[in-house]
């Protein structure tokens, strides 16, 4: 295939996930690669009209989820460097797809080949295993060493991958980087880099808490975050 032909995806229900914003395919040509594409009812400008009106004055692009998160991995690779890959996918970057303009990065799979599940699944599902809690600790020094750049840290936009027998042997964040502030000073200053990125390792620690509470009263798990075995497999 040549690479001005648009990467054909067969349609909204071959996704393997539907986050908030995007939906989410295997990359037809490696399945090593996703790519994702905006959902067609979370246009940009859908969601800038129904923003706060400080926010609206914000470009268009500001609403795009794969445009803002190219701008961000640019910084990251200007800033950070190869670091940064033990703690988020790569990037390959736009594409053309049959269903509109995606973004392509790395898809992070399980050793044994399945897409690995978020953060909020596996709690969910195993507990918060010792191994867990050993990968976290190193995992919240690394983030807050490298000042990484992200807003709150949400549980199903942390991705677990596992070896054989449900070993979590990495966490990465797989959206909601970059400083969501309006005057982004910390892409400036790595100590307040450093500082921010803490607290949100700080933050998440106790979002997995909250869950597991949450679990304990037999409430509901929520809409995002979920992946059933057939959509692991593909
Ligand atoms: N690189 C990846 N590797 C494995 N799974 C992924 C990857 N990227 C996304 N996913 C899965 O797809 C889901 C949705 O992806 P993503 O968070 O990028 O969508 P979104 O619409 O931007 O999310 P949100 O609802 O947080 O705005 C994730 O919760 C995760 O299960
Ligand atoms: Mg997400």
New binding site residues.
Partial sequence: MSDDQPVMLSGEQDA?????????FVDPRDAGR?I?LL?AD?SPGQKRREAPWIKRLKPLNAFD?NWQEAAVYRRIERRIGPAAWDLV?RLFGPVETNLGPGLC?????DSDGR????LK?YLWQYGETTTLSQLLDSFSARWQALGMPSRRL?L??V?VQCQEDRYPVAL?V???LGWPDLVPLAWYLPALARHKAGRRAVLLREAMNALLAKQARGDDYGV??W?EDAQRSI
């Fill in positions: 393997f996930a539907r986050g908030g914003n995007r939906l989410c996703c994702k959902r979370r989820d996918p990065s790395e898809l992070l799979r897409i690995a599940i978020t699944q949400l199903h936009n991705v990465k797989i959206d909601g995002h975050g992946l």
